[in-house]
């Protein structure tokens, strides 16, 4: 079923729901007339019932009373009441027709009220004729005949309140049924016009998208005419392509300007001969041209380069594209064919072919030559590396030929001074002044012997390692630069590989002495711990920070001292297989050295 089907089925049941909804809504109204109508059959027989109750009292009381009085004026009144008792009873028995049982009370009753008034006529009589009447008797007989009648009354009045109650329920009933099916019918309604007006929109959206499309496909369609107005046109006036039709046995069938231009053939020329014409007498001979019409037939296009020849015979390296041209049927027609002239691009490939060749020779040469750089450059780091241990070990043997050898012989000369001093004592003349000025001097000469030896290889970094060496270190550094440092290092933190200490070592002496020099900064904070399977020493100050000019690696060792500067402390970290970092701001320096202990470990067991 289509969209448009079921929205209108969906719109048809739903108009009949509501029609339903209408007649149920009628019927909840009757039934809840019928029932008003049934309570107030029911009050109209209890009052006609009432009313023929008080008539016959109160014909019976005017009976009595002319029986007894003789008043005319109430045997008057009491032939209306007895009148009237006879209407009320035929008004009773028409309300209670519809119910056979209140029908044979009704008639029960009326014939005991008969008999009463029957009673009371011959009580009357008598009493015209003069005759008497035993009004005790009367009494009994009235007594009993009210009896009656107020017991078959009763039994009406009964009937019709169970007749009412029945009439109640069943009325409420229907009346419920009826206002349950209005409600479901009608919210059944109200989802279906929902669904209709879903469906609606959607075939309204669909439809006016299918108005769209068509509008667009008629804006294309115009637009096509244009295009393909604008097409022949230029088709007409390219003078750079060969672009004509073929019929499906590849005869020519239009040229245009480029072709003529390229290929030399006039339009009257060319027309009704067959494009094999342009192809060298090899091609033709081994069939290329109809093989080309049957490839493009086959798969819609074809292309090709190769030498096609003009009308004076010369020959030019062409591209060309023919594609199949089919009708509506998809049964082809004939085909296009744009052909453009390559030779120069041929020339100019051949050329590029040739200088390519030579650029590969080059290549080679210049790889070979990046290759002996780079060995060049593999063998200036072993140098480097070797340099910087030959540093090391020279600055260990010059502290302990200064400790052992030139440190001996101060500390001697001062021990001989001082006992020279001490025989001098007794001699009062100004020989004492001058010994002690020596003695002094000495001394300062024994202190900064041994501070230069402890600097250029501190014996402490290779008995107790960092943790002992570094506080060493920065006392002495605080001492001779009013520079106040804190040494912060791993609980945890232990014994390093040799080179991994010196270098460290080093790293902190330089660092120290660039904060001391450049930074200005009154404190440094130097923390040494380890993290994520790295040892980092970290150097921080407070001073005013690098330029940025001066971070570059061509200005490296501009930042240095008279040691290794910072393109030697990157050296070292990149000898170990680590890095070292530098942040530098206007509010200070902070320089991180960091080496994997791992990769040292695998190196160290490697080369065990």
Same mark, same amino acid.
């Given at each position: ?16 729901? $509501? ?29 006609? =019932? ?11 009381? =005017? ?28 008004? &009773? ?12 009370? %009704? ?18 009589? +008598? ?6 009447? /035993?009004?005790?008797? $009367? ?36 009346? *419920?049924?009826?206002?349950?099916? !209005? ?49 022949? $046109?230029?088709?007409?006036?390219? /003078? ?5 039709? *073929?019929?499906?046995?590849?005869? !020519? ?6 072709? /003529? ?39 819609? +296009? ?6 096609? #020849? ?70 200036? +780091?072993?140098?480097? @590396? ?15 030929? =200064? ?9 001697? &000369?001062?021990?001989?001074?001082? &006992? ?10 100004? #020989?004492?002044?001058? @010994?002690?000025? %020596? !003695? +002094?001097?000495?001394?300062?000469? #024994? ?13 402490? &970094?290779? /008995?107790?390692? @960092? ?6 270190? *920065? ?28 270098? @460290? ?70 000898? *170990? ?32």
């Amino acid at each position: 079923m289509s969209r448009r089907a079921k929205a209108r089925a969906l719109f048809l049941l739903a108009i009949a729901l $509501l029609g339903f909804c209408g007649f149920a809504t009628y019927l909840s109204f009757f039934y809840f007339r019928s029932g008003e109508r049934w309570v107030t059959h029911t009050q109209e027989v209890r009052a006609v =019932l009432g009313d023929l109750e008080a008539t016959v009292s109160a014909a019976a009381r =005017l009976r009595m009373s002319y029986l007894i009085a003789g008043d005319d004026s109430d045997l008057t009144e009491y032939r209306a009441a007895a009148s009237r008792v006879d209407e009320q009873m035929q008004e &009773l028995r028409a309300l209670t027709s519809d119910n056979h049982d209140q029908i044979e009370r %009704c008639d029960r009753f009326r014939s005991i009220t008969n008999l009463r008034m029957q009673a009371w006529e011959d009580s009357i009589a +008598r009493r015209q004729q003069g005759r008497s009447v /035993e009004l005790a008797s $009367l009494l009994r007989q009235n007594v009993d005949s009210a009896s009656q009648g107020a017991a078959v009354a009763q039994d009406i009045r009964a009937e019709e309140t169970r007749l009412l109650g029945q009439r109640r329920q069943a009325a409420q009933q229907r009346f *419920l049924l009826a206002s349950t099916l !209005v409600l479901a019918s009608f919210f059944l309604a109200l989802i279906l016009l929902y669904l209709y007006h879903r469906l609606l929109s959607v075939e309204l959206n669909a439809r006016e998208q299918a108005e769209q499309t068509a509008r667009a496909a008629y804006l294309r369609e115009a637009e096509l005419r244009r295009s393909e107005e604008r097409f022949r $046109l230029f088709v007409e006036a390219a /003078e750079d392509y060969a672009i004509f039709l *073929l019929d499906r046995q590849g005869v !020519v069938s239009s040229w245009n300007r480029g072709a /003529e231009r390229l290929k030399g053939y006039a339009a009257s020329e060319i027309l009704g001969k067959h494009f094999s014409c342009f192809y060298p007498e090899e091609d033709v001979c081994r069939g290329k041209p109809q093989q080309q019409l049957e490839v493009a037939a086959a798969e819609g +296009r074809v292309e090709d380069e190769g030498w096609h #020849v003009r009308k004076d015979g010369s020959r030019f390296w062409a591209n060309g594209v023919i594609t199949a041209i089919g009708d509506d049927q998809g049964k082809v027609i004939g085909f296009t064919k744009v052909t453009r002239d390559f030779t120069e691009r041929r020339r100019a490939e051949e050329a590029i072919q040739r200088t390519n060749t030579e650029l590969s020779a080059e290549v080679a040469e210049r790889k070979s030559a990046e290759k002996r750089l780079a060995l060049s450059e593999q063998s200036l +780091r072993g140098l480097s @590396l070797h340099l910087l241990r030959a540093q090391d070990e020279e600055r260990r043997r010059i502290g302990r030929d =200064l400790h052992d050898s030139l440190g001996q012989y101060l500390t001697a &000369l001062k021990m001989k001074l001082d &006992l020279l001093q001490s025989a001098l004592a007794r001699s009062p003349n100004g #020989v004492d002044q001058e @010994l002690t000025q %020596c !003695v +002094r001097l000495a001394e300062d000469a #024994v202190k900064e012997v041994r501070t230069m030896s402890y600097l250029l290889y501190p014996p402490m &970094l290779e /008995e107790m390692g @960092l943790r002992s060496a570094i506080p060493w270190y *920065l006392e002495g550094f605080s001492q001779r630069s009013n520079i106040q440092t804190t040494f912060e290092i791993s609980p945890d933190f232990g014994r390093l590989p040799t080179d991994v200490e010196l270098s @460290l070592f080093r790293i902190l002496q330089e660092g120290l002495t660039n904060v001391h020099r450049h930074s200005g900064s009154l404190t440094a904070t130097i923390r040494l711990f380890l993290g994520e399977g790295k040892v980092c020493l970290e150097i921080k100050d407070t001073g005013k920070g690098i330029p940025a000019a001066f971070l570059e690696p061509s200005n490296e060792d501009e930042m240095g001292s008279s040691g290794i500067g910072l393109r030697g402390m990157r050296e070292r970290m990149r000898q *170990l297989g680590g890095k070292l970092e530098v942040f530098s701001t206007e509010h200070g320096t902070t320089l991180v050295a960091s080496i994997p202990v791992a990769e040292w470990f695998t190196t160290m067991s490697k080369s065990a």
